[in-house]
């Protein structure tokens, strides 16, 4: 089993950067593929990235492409999002969650486990 608990999220303006962190619990950190989504007030939650068991692969939304950057640290158990360039639209609550399965890896149903995510509220 494996905790998780986001941290990083806050109030900033357009253009500027967040990185969001997620502490995992549990010794079998490095089995579980990452992913990052989000969940805008009234929308339904969508898939914003993944990164695979070793790190090597990774995996974007569109919407975030070339300004969203994912990460991990698997002797810190920690995964990472690098957000550049943050738009009003990314404002929303950002879970972290994991997976242990390689497949549907940007459908919320294909993970395990959640944390219960942090606000980023980007302003105009």
């Known amino acids: 089993q494996v905790q998780l608990v986001e941290s990083g999220g806050g109030l900033v303006q357009a253009g500027d950067s967040l990185r969001l962190s997620c502490a995992a619990s549990?010794?079998?950190?490095?089995?579980?593929?990452m992913g990052w989504f989000r969940q805008a007030a009234g929308k339904e939650r969508e898939f914003v990235a993944r990164?695979?068991?070793?790190?090597?692969?990774?995996y974007y939304a569109d919407s975030v492409k070339g300004r969203f950057t994912i990460s991990r640290d698997n002797a810190e158990n920690t995964v990472y999002l690098q957000m550049n360039s943050l738009k009003p639209e990314d404002t929303a609550v950002y879970y972290c969650?994991?997976?242990?399965?390689?497949?549907?890896?940007?459908?919320?149903?294909?993970?395990?486990?959640w944390g219960p995510g942090t606000q980023v509220t980007v302003s105009s």
């Open positions: 969650a994991a997976s242990t399965t390689v497949i549907r890896i940007t459908q919320a149903g294909s993970y395990d486990y």
């Open positions: 549990g010794r079998t950190f490095s089995r579980y593929g």
């Open positions: 990164v695979g068991w070793t790190g090597g692969s990774t």
